[in-house]
């Protein structure tokens, strides 16, 4: 049997994750394959993705920037990335470079493991409208939430969304009353990355019962958490997402369905922490 083999691209690609949650599972299932890194500058995607048949590489991950260029590039597309309008996931049948969409498992996979039955909560606010908010948007619709509103300061990026997605979706450019009956706040914008110690909401509008999650991974615990936190609200914080999108990658080119556990977790805590 051939060493199988995966990647994750981006430029630049040296502080993705991803090659350690692989990594760890290839280990811990004893399946003889690799996954790495490579740096591949947006000019060169195409000739990149143009080789893959060649190079012995049955697919790979995708990350910034080359999401929406992936998705203008690959042969057919999953449901998923059609309707959020770019592709993170790739691989190759029968000859053909296909391109999914799992950032949406991986916000709902997230929520399932740290807040089951987070969807009957009720309306959710979203904020932000960038790619990484068509995924959670669309993971909010497939859970059947049936009222969504998005929060951007640049009200006509949030009205294109919420015409992408129709019914039940609304836009808003400031956050307002919003919050007052809301069951779940999201924070799909960079705000509160990186010791940017900037709140993206106040979560002392929001009801008691609601769940506050942040896709923002680093730090773990973004300054909108915290506050909800010590409010006293349920948090979830960023990098489940992050260990949930691998799964439908890892099982396409391995063959293998992997889990996310606490171990793997705390491996990549410790990696974060460690930088």
Excluded: C
Aim: proline share 5%.
């Amino acid at each position: 049997m051939a060493e199988k083999k995966a990647f994750v691209t981006g430029h630049p690609i040296a502080h993705s994750r991803s090659p350690k949650i692989h990594g760890h599972w290839l280990a811990k299932y004893g399946i003889d394959g690799t996954y790495q890194a490579i740096d591949v500058r947006p000019e060169d995607l195409a000739a990149f993705l143009g080789s893959l048949d060649k190079s012995g590489l049955r697919g790979g991950n995708v990350t910034i920037p080359h999401k929406e260029t992936a998705f203008a590039l690959v042969d057919r597309r999953d449901e998923a990335a059609e309707i959020i309008g770019a592709v993170n996931t790739l691989w190759l049948e029968d000859g053909v470079l296909w391109g999914g969409n799992s950032d949406w498992i991986g916000f709902a996979g997230n929520l399932d493991q740290y807040a089951p039955g987070w969807a009957a909560n009720g309306p959710a606010v979203v904020l932000g409208a960038g790619g990484a908010s068509r995924a959670v948007i669309h993971a909010l619709k497939q859970r059947g939430v049936k009222d969504i509103r998005i929060v951007n300061r640049t009200l006509p990026r949030a009205r294109e969304l919420a015409d992408r997605f129709g019914a039940g979706v609304s836009a808003h450019g400031a956050v307002g009353e919003l919050l007052a009956d809301a069951g779940l706040l999201v924070n799909t914008t960079s705000i509160g990355m990186h010791g940017d110690a900037t709140l993206a909401a106040d979560p002392g509008g929001l009801p008691d019962h609601a769940i506050v999650t942040d896709i923002v991974y680093v730090p773990l615990e973004t300054p909108l958490l915290a506050a909800a936190r010590a409010r006293g609200l349920k948090t979830v914080d960023g990098l489940g997402m992050l260990l949930h999108q691998a799964v439908p990658g890892f099982e396409r080119w391995f063959g293998k369905k992997p889990e996310v556990t606490p171990e793997l977790r705390r491996m990549i805590v410790a990696d974060i922490e460690g930088h």
